[in-house]
């Protein structure tokens, strides 16, 4: 979950507004037609647009479900338009109510589990140094060598370089011990 990175990883770039929004695809229906309204497009076009980019009815749309999302999403749609010009200090994350509970129960086991924390932020009164990053992407050539046949036990030996290329999570590097932790953070509601 996206959110449980920001909050753990990014805590000053990120927040988690205490606004919830419509569940599953109304609110991303929502949110798109949001946009293409600020875009200037006209209500139908918006609709029909957003529809598309969130695959909601595609083609299917008729007054009944457009009813539907308008009774779901008004309220979220109008807090949009009287939050878009406010200037908040970090980004605002904004969730379905089922999720925000999910994301606050992961964003808390994470932060009271000491070994966790140990790993993704390590110590700053350590007298060990440390250089730490948050979703970086990590790219090395490493050279494999193996026999040219899987039947012969006497195949001759290759090499082949492999150019690898990782986006991760958070890595912290102990300087002074050459030791180098890859953290990819798994997270779940429980």
Not at 21 to 49: D, H, L, W
Request: charged residues 30%; glycine residues 4%; hydrophobic residues 35%.
């Amino acid at each position: 979950m996206t959110s449980i990175h920001e909050l753990i990883l990014q805590p000053e770039e990120f927040e988690l507004n205490d606004y919830t929004k419509p569940s599953a695809k109304a609110g991303k229906m929502v949110e798109s037609i949001f946009k293409y309204r600020c875009k200037g497009y006209s209500i139908s076009k918006s609709i029909e647009q957003a529809s598309e980019d969130v695959s909601y009815y595609v083609g299917q749309l008729n007054g009944n479900k457009i009813s539907k999302l308008i009774s779901s999403g008004l309220e979220y749609y109008l807090f949009l338009r009287a939050n878009k010009d406010v200037p908040y200090g970090k980004e605002q994350i904004i969730l379905d109510k089922r999720t925000r509970e999910t994301c606050l129960k992961c964003v808390e086991s994470i932060r009271r589990n000491t070994d966790a924390m140990n790993l993704l932020k390590p110590d700053e009164f350590s007298l060990d140094q440390y250089l730490n990053k948050n979703e970086d992407t990590i790219v090395m050539e490493i050279v494999v060598t193996f026999p040219n046949s899987t039947s012969d036990p006497n195949a001759e030996e290759v090499s082949i370089l492999l150019k690898l290329k990782a986006k991760i999570d958070n890595w912290n590097l102990n300087i002074d011990e050459g030791l180098l932790n890859l953290n990819d953070l798994k997270t779940t509601g429980e």
